[in-house]
Nanobody, 115 residues
Framework: VQLQASGGGLVQAGGSLRLSCAAS????????MGWYRQAPGKQRELVAR???????NYADFAEGRFTISGDGTKNTVDLQMNSLKPEDTAVYYC??????????WGQGTLVTVSS
């Protein structure tokens, strides 16, 4: 299974981007679908994720600015990012964890926010 992420790019502070991710084949009953990010010199961190029960978790920095949406039957997950800040600059990775807790990762898409 491969996850294909798209939508990254360069944007000015205050702007918006929408990231999209799709799986190459069906992942049945995923535990989670979400987005993580990794900034230079930092560890990968959770941005937002949707659980199988449809509950959504956001990192504190994402709350109120980012919106995650997904389709568990199609294994697609999107991240709408508004009011972007320079500190949001990072490589963003989509993630799907299947029902056996196996994690699949996208290749990463770079988001650069200029001040």
């Amino acid at each position: 299974v491969q996850l294909q992420a798209s939508g990254g790019g360069l944007v000015q502070a205050g702007g918006s981007l929408r990231l999209s991710c799709a799986a190459s084949e069906r992942i049945f009953s995923p535990n989670y679908m979400g987005w993580y990010r990794q900034a230079p010199g930092k560890q990968r961190e959770l941005v937002a994720r949707i659980s199988r029960g449809a509950s959504i978790n956001y990192a504190d920095f994402a709350e109120g600015r980012f919106t995650i949406s997904g389709d568990g039957t199609k294994n697609t997950v999107d991240l709408q990012m508004n009011s972007l800040k320079p500190e949001d600059t990072a490589v963003y990775y989509c993630n799907v964890q299947n029902g056996l807790s196996v994690d699949y990762w996208g290749q990463g898409t770079l988001v650069t926010v200029s001040s």
